[in-house]
């Protein structure tokens, strides 16, 4: 039997192999030999070398603080604070999705998450040269929407440009990413001419965002411990349901009792708008080429030809029309007076602007 010693074990300047070392928080001086579920370590703060890495400070402590430091300054001010009296980096973005997985902020997963690879070697310092503590909401906001797709982008601001303001600003980045995606869909060539229809359909999408929410929380919940709960979110959720079953039939926006179910992206307006906004200069179209187009000359005469051959008229349809012609006639001239004193003045503009750089 072949025995091979075991290598001796080479100490790290970091190792600690007193089993008498005390971890004792500074704060209430509570004490405890092994750290381990009583202490948050901070993997790469420069502060804690000599006490294993672990914030001398406890954890009923440092949660306290948070609490303390909440009621009076609010969540997220209360974790800046916190953040750099324990010297860890400070991020909107993980802040925000921690809310948004968990429905409340937990001081202990996002220390979890800060001492990962992707935030290794950075402390409080990396807040301050990255002016996290400066940026607004819009800030916040747009920084996350740079993760979007590209169509993503384009339905956002195609919603922008025809409601003419954001509909869902300051809501989170998850939940503008959905509303604005199902909002697009509603859009029709004739939607900007009706803001009523616009509103109902706004709330309509925002309903869905809520019992898409609601679905969520139904989704972690377990059947039988919290039943009362999902009875209570399947209620919410079934109100919400019925109050947009109402609002699309009583405005004729739903698929089904939808008059004009065309979304609208397949139309001409749509398309020369999608190619103007990629500066393609030749979507746009000239209505007076239009109309002197040997295809529209082509298409009145046979629309005549078919009146002529098909209509039969008595007396009265042929006063009838007489008197609507001669009523577009007069129109048509006051129409091309209008435009020929127009023409004048601008051509006496136009001599007075000539005239004028010559003397110069």
Not at 69 to 84: P, Q, T
Not at 217 to 236: P, Q, T
Not at 300 to 323: L, P, Q
Not at 337 to 359: A, H, S, V
């Amino acid at each position: 039997m072949l025995i091979i010693a075991r290598q001796p074990k080479i100490v790290q300047s970091t190792d600690n192999f007193d089993d008498n070392y005390i971890y004792k928080c500074l704060r209430c001086g509570v004490e405890y030999q092994n750290p381990v579920g009583h202490f948050y370590k901070i993997q790469y703060s420069e502060l804690y070398l000599k006490n294993n890495r672990y914030v001398p400070l406890c954890k009923n402590c440092i949660n306290g603080m948070y609490k303390n430091f909440s009621e009076k300054y609010g969540a997220r001010i209360a974790f800046v604070f916190l953040c750099y009296m324990i010297d860890i980096p400070f991020y909107h973005s993980l802040f925000d999705s921690i809310v948004k997985n968990n429905n409340v902020f937990s001081v202990g997963l996002y220390l979890r998450q800060i001492n990962g690879r992707q935030y290794q070697y950075q402390s409080f310092q990396q807040t301050i040269l990255n002016k996290e503590l400066f940026k607004s909401e819009k800030d916040i906001v747009e920084e996350k929407e740079v993760k979007w797709t590209k169509s993503e982008i384009q339905n956002k601001n195609d919603v922008i440009a025809t409601v003419g303001y954001d509909p869902f600003e300051g809501y989170p980045e998850e939940d503008r990413r959905f509303l604005f995606n199902e909002l697009i869909k509603y859009f029709d060539d004739d939607i900007t001419d009706d803001t009523y229809k616009l509103s109902q359909i706004i709330q309509i999408v925002n309903n869905n965002n809520q019992i898409r929410n609601y679905d969520i929380l139904i989704s972690r919940l377990d059947a039988i411990k919290d039943a009362n709960d999902i009875k209570s979110l399947n209620g919410m959720k079934s109100n919400l349901v019925s109050s947009n079953d109402k609002i699309a039939k009583e405005n004729e926006i739903s698929v089904k009792n939808r008059s004009n179910k065309n979304v609208g992206k397949s139309t001409l307006t749509y398309l020369m708008k999608d190619l103007r906004e990629k500066d393609f200069d030749k979507a746009e179209a000239n209505y007076y080429d239009q109309l002197k187009s040997k295809g529209t000359l082509w298409a009145e005469n046979m629309s005549m030809k078919a009146i002529k051959e098909n209509g039969f008229f008595d007396e009265n349809d042929n006063k009838e029309i007489t008197e609507i012609n001669r009523k577009l006639v007069i129109d048509l001239q006051h129409k091309v007076d209008d435009l020929m004193e127009e023409k004048r003045l601008l051509l006496i503009k136009l001599q007075e602007l000539e005239n004028g750089d010559r003397n110069d």
